[in-house]
């Protein structure tokens, strides 16, 4: 390179942050004895700013989970734009695809615009979301992919269908022509214990095993959502296909997990001009 003064590549708080997260993964999956291509990072962009997605793109990650419908589709749209751009005119590495994860809580009158955007549902606990999911999946000619979301932590607050009802469920999921179930989502109790939070993620995989043996999803069964900043070790030896992690790497507090749908104050952010 022919520059006159030796520069040094600036690195970014999120480009370190992404390397953390990416080593980390990779020495769970070592010790699961997995391969690391088996677990899918989502970055969570609920606490991310605009630049801050558009960065994690640049440096190769194309997974982006959001919790709220409606900021969702918004960011998709902006998001998708630039994208698109890079891709007919940027250098330099970009995520070789662009996919939407929806993983809060989906009202029924959201799924119309969140299908739209969105490549998966991780969040879907009611036979009632299920059915509405079908019906304007139907409509957009498409078979929508979900994760059944079970609250294997069994606490009250917590989203999520019941640990004894989760079988009924997918099955039920299993006939809709619209509807494909590929696996389960869990979240477990915000805590420092590790052996708490396997717990939860052992549940999950066991419920997964007896969905699988009864051949509900058929080959499409394979993907176990569970781990997040504090947690996505665990999940990786307890089988995690897909990992959601915010605060690791955009920065933020951990603190609440189960987000309103809206929340007004990131929506009015989102609509300043980036
Ligand atoms: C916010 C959120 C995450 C990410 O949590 P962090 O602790 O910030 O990594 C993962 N999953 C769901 C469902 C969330 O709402």
């Not at 997260?21 to 391969?35: F, G, L, Y």
């Not at 751009?85 to 695809?97: C, D, S, T, V």
């Not at 569970?226 to 959601?244: H, Q, W, Y």
Request: hydrophobic share 40%; net charge neutral; aromatic share 4%.
């Amino acid at each position: 390179m022919g520059d006159k003064e030796p520069r040094v590549a600036k690195r970014s708080s999120l480009a370190d942050n992404l390397d953390e997260v990416r080593d980390r993964i990779a020495a769970a999956c070592a010790k699961a004895n997995r391969q690391t291509r088996e677990v899918t990072l989502i970055a969570v962009t609920k606490n991310a700013a605009p630049e801050q997605i558009r960065e994690i793109l640049l440096l190769g990650v194309g997974d982006l989970g959001e919790s709220r419908a409606q900021i969702l589709t918004q960011r998709a749209a902006q998001i998708n734009e630039f994208y698109h751009r890079q891709q007919a005119h940027g250098e330099g590495i970009l995520a070789p695809r662009l996919r939407w994860h929806m993983i809060g809580h989906l009202q029924r009158n959201k799924v119309k615009p969140t299908l739209q955007v969105v490549d998966l549902i991780h969040s879907l606990d009611t036979l009632r979301l299920a059915e509405e999911l079908d019906t304007q999946a139907a409509k957009l000619n498409r078979k929508i992919h979900v994760l059944l979301q079970v609250n294997a932590s069994e606490e009250t607050t917590k989203s999520g269908v019941a640990v004894g009802a989760a079988l009924h469920l997918a099955e039920q999921l299993d006939s809709m022509p619209n509807v494909q179930i590929v696996g389960l989502m869990t979240m477990a109790a915000y805590t420092d214990n590790a052996d708490q939070a396997r717990r939860t993620f052992v549940r999950t995989r066991e419920i997964f095993e007896e969905m699988r043996w009864h051949k509900i999803g058929g080959s499409h069964l394979r993907h176990l959502s569970m781990g997040m900043s504090n947690d996505f070790e665990p999940a990786i030896l307890e089988g995690a296909t897909m990992v959601r992690i915010g605060t690791l790497l955009f920065g933020g507090t951990t603190a609440d997990h189960e987000d309103p749908d809206d929340t007004p104050d990131l929506e009015a952010r989102l609509r300043k001009p980036t």
